[in-house]
């Protein structure tokens, strides 16, 4: 959502302040009042019904309903603060259920950081709606107007000592009624719960071993299956002898549809060795034919592309001083998720296939599901059950794919099915390699007066809600139609998110060079395309800052209007000590960036200090100070948490990831093959400061570190250094290839 | 007992050779040289040969700022702390002059006199050339300066005394410039040179003789260091397929080649360092060592891997080693080679094997390489010396080793350098 | 058929001598600590101790556990009484998607029962095993700091 403060009523009601506002909805900027005509907030604009979000029951309980998912984000924990903000109860007295095709609101895909500003803004406008309602039951009760009484604990107290429990009052009221586009909200000074840092309540399960992962599902009779994937692209199994396989201990079956291929046994380990010897008893004919890994963006770039104009700026301005022009690359990057994805599936007497998965769209998979197994979608019921994070689109359906389809064939058995960990590197889809060419001038007072920028890449949005899209179509004998790539379009964008500059130039140009055809199969990974064009425009503003002889941070104050852009550049800048530049040793540097997530989550900024070694080249990254502004915080520590996250998954992208592969397969089977930061790298200390917003819009934050880190690190190595990297990652050999003996 | 000896022996004999042999001059201090004095393509030579050399793998601490020294050096007489070797005028090498740069390199004697222990591989450093050891001085003083002590060396009285090395020398040090075979082509001379020299593979690959000198006999006939078997490099290799130049030029640049398998050990920071190296130099310390193997594999090639072993020990296999090097393992799939190309399995001694059981090959930072978790925590003594054996039978066609168990207590006790 | 001695208790176990142990945990024993993350001993999922020392269970048949004592993160606490290194990871929020925290408690659990009072060098060398991909890795070291202070505290409270 955008800036938009849409806060337009402040009324006295009760002795109390109450402010009424929508959160978020509006795709109005921050300057235009003139909002357009009231919409249902957040996801009560698609599931409008109170009782789809939140239940009462007659004895009490709270149940409220989330049709997003918990991925490690800490979900679960910011949805129950928002629930019991407004509810008036502890976070402990509501149950929360996340994303069901059976029970929750379809709330499409825990995706794009809009978990907050979706379903944050539904439940935490229902939960008002809802509490108003309980009341004015009582009210009507005790027949006294509603503004005299209060609520707490799930109690409804009147001013002459009488209560009532939720309970009874919901138990003569149907919350089975339209959601209204305002509701009357506490004013934020006055919150309990939003804005405090609630312990995540899904910790303690983690550290101690309790049932919280779609791997730890046992379900009597369940068996354990494998399978053998096709090596590369379009490979077709011409043999497989499987009568040994079918006799080896507890084997229960050997499943083979075209070039699908799968094992099942009652136990696990030996459905792994299973799998083992049924894939060294394969043959494959493979035809498929790589680029080359040394040349990735220069063939992206030629191949066909169909241009779309992110934006075209036309203004008087002074004339160009000097000019510069810069390329940027990002290789094809892993999800890598710590656990393999996984999966069970069950096909029950009644027919219907109930899927457990860690997909972040139960919906749209069960579309995708239902699409592959040729079932009514009605038959097919996807219960989202947290996994390992995913930071995007990775395995997590196409294993409930493989569950799904095993399960069909063994009626009433549950069938579990983890991937290996060569199949989640070799299968997951990717995130798109890319590349920026970025060209600008400033002028003779340091403005920059044109910019013109172009960005190439294949699609950002693979993620299955038809059949065609799943993994094992390919495999198995009668295809399905695989739609075409698309563009995600703009304001959200998939390659081209973020290549829209939030800075004001007089004169730009964008245009975004997408790219159907894919090389390598890619999807969602997390910040999609921004995660390049941030850092490509914020190296380049670093370019144009040294070209114009000024000092970065003061450079993109002065091409910013947005106050709150620039409260986030000048609050990491403070904290950081950026005017203070302390004697340095060799190779020291320090490094600055900033973006907006989307233009329209998260502000995010960042200072960092690094150490690059002369003779190795290796890179350690010291102090990281940022501040992020997400609106109303829900929880300052969660967002923390996730920008703290942000920070050393960006660093592991930029320092050391690509995805290798040779002409004919991928070459990255596992973490040897494609190594991340591990403790002794990551950074000396990282410290977030989260700017408190009361009462505006929830600006979501999961994904608003990666294209800053980036741009801080390329910076900061240029400080340290004097050399420019604009080829990511930036592995040893590189800084050492740059900077020389 | 050994200790005993070793010290009665150097006594002895520096008394024979005399005061004048142990006795050195100390060379005048400099003024640390600026950068701009040396010349830009001296330092990019001297950056070569301190890369073949792995100055800096001795001589930079895990983590460390490099050639700051303080990396302990096991040998068989106690801890040798590298020095630092930064251009800093207090701790490091910035007074020494040119002068005094090639003594250490030539002679094992420091600016100040003193004697160098021979963990500096001053016996091979003494073959370069004046232009070369030049160069590397050219490189070390343009370094960036790091003030940074070094510990002292962690050694028994008497071995703590210098003095005995003069000995030492007397015996075994033969101080001598490189000189090119014309019998050989001018490649395989520049990797004769490289090896020999500056590139100290015989401070491995060569056996040491009680006293710390390289057998000069059986040169590159495989020894030991850090506790680990570098196997030979000459007619006793134990590669079961022949090494060619250009498996041992992809093998020395990557640290893997798919014929043989990866490198371990202290090989790895060689081949790590090694990858910086222009390939001509690299391939010419190849075409050099390949030609002192033999073009046919000896034993192993003909004689297949035997069966059977140890049962309770082909369990471990299954479930600790057999997701990688299982017969039909994911790794094997992909087409890496089978633990019975590698050397360490046939090789005279288990300890190649003992010590990558026990400590794996490290996760390399950012760059996709072999790995191998260590099972020093996982596998008891008793199983690791089962494990040996098994695989000693199951991939190599040779006798079984012996004492293996002994081994093993050696290797983890982290003795047996 | 193998008894192996889990969080202090001899447990009768039906499997494979080949089949490593963290299938067994999982699935025999029905303790969900342990995590399969690669099978290759490359990310320390599954880490547990055994006889002191942290192992990754993935590679560790039980035919090499007769007579050794295995620990997992079942057997340092419970939710409503974590150990001091599971309270330490809760007190510092030191998880997101949490798939890899119990192998890292457990990794952290060895080196703090054999060095109380590591530098932070040693702990980030000692860690290094351990792979997370959510980068909650300065909360983790903060919770291992934190866990060995609290360490301190009650071994210099038990000697006061």
Known sequence: ?741 | ?417 | MAVLNVNGRDRDVQADLDTPLLYVLRNDLALNGAKFGCGLGQCGACTVIVDGAAVFSCLTPIAALAGRRIRTVEGLGTEQAPGTVQKAFIDEQAAQCGYCIAGMVMRAQALLEKNPHPAEQEIRGHMALNLCRCGTHMRILAAVRRAAAAMGTAENGAKG
């Not at chain 1, 004015?136 to 799930?154: I, K, P, Q």
């Not at chain 1, 046992?218 to 399978?227: I, Q, T």
């Not at chain 1, 081209?496 to 730009?508: E, G, L, Q, V």
């Not at chain 2, 030049?134 to 490189?139: E, G």
């Open chain 2, 1 to 417: 007992m050994r200790a005993v000896a070793l010290i009665a022996a150097l006594g002895l004999i520096t008394i024979i050779g005399g005061a004048v042999a142990a006795w050195h001059s100390a060379i005048a201090p400099v003024t640390p040289p600026t950068r701009q004095s040396f010349a830009a393509d001296e330092v990019a030579r001297g950056a070569t040969l301190a890369a073949i050399a792995d100055c800096a793998v001795c001589h930079t601490t895990e983590g460390g700022r490099a050639f700051a020294g303080g990396r302990g050096v096991p040998t068989p007489i106690g801890t040798i702390y590298a020095t630092n070797i930064t251009p800093d005028p207090d701790t490091g090498i910035g007074r020494w002059s040119q002068a005094a740069f090639r003594r250490a390199m030539r002679e094992g004697i420091a600016r100040d006199g003193s004697h160098l222990y021979p963990a500096l591989p001053y016996p091979h450093f003494t073959r370069a050339t004046d232009e070369d050891i030049d160069a590397v001085y050219a490189f070390l003083m343009t370094r960036n300066a790091v003030h940074q002590e070094t510990p002292p060396n962690r050694l028994p009285f008497p071995l703590d005394r210098r003095v005995l090395l003069a000995g030492w020398n007397l015996l075994y040090f033969r101080p001598s410039v490189w000189q090119p075979d014309p019998e050989h082509d001018a490649q395989w001379n520049r990797g004769a040179y490289l090896v020999e020299g500056v590139g100290h593979c015989g401070a491995c690959h060569t056996p040491h003789n009680a006293l710390g000198a390289e057998e000069t006999r059986r040169t590159l006939a495989g020894g030991y260091a850090e506790g680990w078997y570098a196997p030979a490099l000459q007619r006793d290799s134990p590669a079961a397929l022949p090494w060619t130049d250009g498996a041992l030029a992809a093998y020395l640049r990557t640290g893997y080649a798919p014929q043989h398998g990866a490198a371990a050990g202290p090989m790895t920071a060689v081949t790590e360092t090694l990858a910086t190296v222009p390939d001509e130099d690299v391939q010419a310390i190849a075409v050099y060592i390949a030609a002192q193997m033999p073009k046919r594999a000896a034993a192993a090639a003909g004689s297949p891997p035997r069966s059977g072993g140890d049962p309770a020990a082909a369990m471990i296999f299954a479930g600790a080693c057999g997701s990688c090097h299982g017969d039909d393992a994911q790794m094997m799939r992909r087409g890496e080679p089978s633990l019975s190309l590698g050397s360490a399995v046939n090789a005279p001694t288990p300890r190649a094997v003992i010590q990558v059981i026990l400590h794996g090959v490290p996760a390399r930072e950012a760059t996709a390489a072999p790995y191998m978790p260590g099972f020093e925590g996982m596998l008891t003594d008793a199983q690791i010396t089962a494990l040996t054996n098994y695989v000693r039978t199951r991939f190599s066609g040779k006798a079984d080793w012996s004492d293996v168990g002994a081994e093993v207590a050696k290797s983890r006790s982290g003795g047996g350098a």
């Open chain 1, 1 to 741: 959502m955008n800036a938009a403060l849409t806060r337009r009523d402040l009324l006295a009601a009760g002795g109390g302040l109450v402010v009424s506002f929508a959160l978020g909805g509006s795709p109005a900027r921050a300057d235009d009042e003139a909002a357009p005509a009231p919409r249902l907030p957040g996801s009560l604009k698609d599931t409008p019904l109170l009782d789809a979000w939140i239940r009462v029951a007659p004895d009490g309980r709270i149940t409220v309903l989330t049709g997003k998912a918990e991925l490690g984000q800490g979900l679960r924990t910011a949805l129950l603060q928002l629930a019991a903000e407004q509810l008036a109860v502890a976070p402990a007295a509501i149950e929360l259920v996340t994303a069901d095709t059976g029970l929750t609101p379809n709330e499409g895909f825990t995706a794009g950081s809009h978990s907050m500003q979706d379903s944050g803004t539904a439940i935490f406008n229902a939960a008002a709606q809802v509490r108003a309602l309980l009341v004015g039951a009582a009210a009507s009760d005790w027949n006294v107007a509603s503004e005299t009484l209060s609520v707490a604990d799930g109690m409804v107290r009147a001013a002459d000592g009488r209560s009532t429990g939720y309970g009874p009052l919901a138990a003569k009221l149907s919350l089975h009624v339209q959601a209204q586009p305002s509701s009357s909200l506490d004013d934020p000074a006055s919150y309990r719960v939003v804005g405090k840092n609630l312990p995540r309540v899904d910790i303690p399960a983690k550290v101690t071993g309790g049932a919280a992962y779609v791997q730890d599902v046992r379900l009597p009779g369940m068996l354990h299956a494998r399978v053998v994937r096709q090596p590369s692209a379009g490979a077709v199994l011409r043999e497989v002898d499987t009568a040994p396989i079918e006799r080896m201990p507890s084997v229960v079956k050997v499943l083979r549809d075209g070039s699908y291929l799968a094992v099942v046994a009652e136990q696990e380990w030996p459905a792994v060795k299973a799998m083992r010897a049924l894939a060294a008893a394969a043959r494959w004919d493979e035809t498929a034919a790589l680029p080359d890994e040394a040349k990735i963006t220069q063939t992206i770039r030629a191949l066909p592309a169909r241009d779309i104009s992110v934006l075209a700026w036309a203004g008087a301005a002074a004339p160009a001083a000097k000019r510069l022009g810069a390329r940027y690359t990002r290789p094809y990057m892993m999800h890598g998720a710590i656990g393999p994805s996984c999966a069970v599936a069950r096909l029950g007497d009644d027919g219907v296939m109930t899927v457990w998965t860690h997909t972040q769209g139960v919906f749209p998979l069960r579309a995708a599901l239902a699409d592959l197994l040729r079932m009514p979608q009605e038959k097919v019921r996807c219960i989202q059950t947290p996994g390992s994070g995913c930071y995007g689109h990775n395995g997590a359906d196409d294993v409930a794919g493989d569950a799904a389809l095993i399960a069909r064939a063994l009626p009433g058995r549950p069938i579990r099915v983890q991937w290996m960990r060569e199949d989640e590197h070799l299968n997951e889809p990717y995130g798109s390699a890319m590349l920026a060419e970025v060209s600008g001038a400033v002028d003779a007072g340091g403005n920059i007066v044109d910019w013109d920028y172009a960005v190439w890449s294949n699609t950002h949005n693979r993620r299955p809600a038809v059949g065609g899209l799943m993994l094992q179509n390919a495999a198995l004998p009668d295809n399905l139609p695989v739609p075409p790539a698309a563009p995600i379009p703009m304001p959200e964008g998939g390659g081209d998110r973020n290549s829209n500059p939030i800075y004001t130039f007089p004169n730009a140009r964008v245009v975004y060079h997408f790219i159907p055809d894919m090389p390598l199969r890619v999807s969602a990974l997390r910040s999609l395309g921004a995660y390049l064009n941030v850092f490509a425009i914020e190296s380049f503003m670093d370019e144009l800052a040294e070209a114009a002889g000024a000092d970065p941070v003061a450079f993109r104050l002065r091409h910013l209007q947005d106050v709150r852009a620039k409260a986030v550049i000048r609050t990491a800048a403070e904290r950081f000590g950026w005017s203070i530049r302390p004697p340095r040793a060799d190779g020291e540097g320090r490094g600055f960036a900033f973006a907006r997530y989307k233009n329209l989550g998260a502000y995010c900024a960042l200072a960092l200090a690094l150490r690059v070694d002369h003779e190795s080249g290796r890179v350690r990254i010291g102090r990281v100070v940022a501040a992020v502004d997400s609106g109303q915080p829900i929880s300052p520590d969660g967002i923390r948490n996730q920008i703290e996250g942000a920070i050393v998954q960006s660093a592991s992208w930029t320092l050391y990831e690509s995805v290798r592969f040779d002409r004919q397969h991928v070459t990255s089977s596992d973490w040897s093959g494609y190594p991340i930061m591990r403790f002794p790298a990551a950074p000396e200390s990282i410290e977030v400061h989260v700017i408190d917003r009361p009462g505006l819009p929830f600006l979501g934050t999961g994904e608003a570190g990666q294209g800053p880190t980036a741009a801080a690190i390329a910076n900061a190595i240029k400080d340290a250094t004097g050399q420019r990297l604009r080829d990511l990652p930036f592995r040893p050999a590189t800084v050492k290839a740059a900077i020389g003996v």
